[in-house]
């Protein structure tokens, strides 16, 4: 999920979290779980990936979703942290 999520930093999740258009989520889709960046289109919603290499998923509905990105830090960089809510 780069440039936005780079290896190594620590996301938070939150379960009940509120899901809207350009939210970063955790979905499963396909029997695997996907991290990707929750867009509403006129014909639904859609999982799309940061990296132009994977495809979009398109939704039939927000079930899939599991929880939304609230916060993300590099470890030991308080101040490298990055709250999303």
Same mark, same amino acid.
């Not at 999520?5 to 899901?19: A, C, D, M, S, V």
């Not at 889709?29 to 929750?38: C, V």
């Not at 599991?66 to 916060?71: D, E, F, H």
């Given at each position: 999920?780069?440039?936005?999520f780079l290896e190594g930093e +620590? +996301?938070? +999740?939150? %379960?009940? *979290?509120?899901?809207?258009? *350009?939210?970063?989520?955790?979905?499963?889709?396909?029997?695997?779980?996907i991290f990707r960046q929750l867009c509403q289109?006129?014909? *639904?919603?859609?999982?799309?990936?940061?990296? %132009?290499?994977?495809?979009?998923?398109?939704?039939?509905?927000?079930?899939?979703?599991?929880?939304? +990105?609230?916060?993300?830090?590099?470890? *030991?960089?308080?101040?490298?942290?990055?709250?999303?809510?």
């Amino acid at each position: 999920m780069e440039p936005e999520f780079l290896e190594g930093e +620590i +996301i938070l +999740i939150e %379960p009940e *979290g509120l899901l809207r258009d *350009g939210s970063f989520v955790l979905a499963q889709h396909a029997d695997e779980w996907i991290f990707r960046q929750l867009c509403q289109q006129p014909s *639904g919603w859609t999982l799309r990936a940061l990296n %132009p290499a994977f495809a979009d998923r398109s939704l039939p509905d927000l079930l899939a979703v599991r929880g939304v +990105i609230i916060q993300k830090a590099l470890p *030991g960089r308080r101040r490298a942290s990055k709250r999303y809510v």
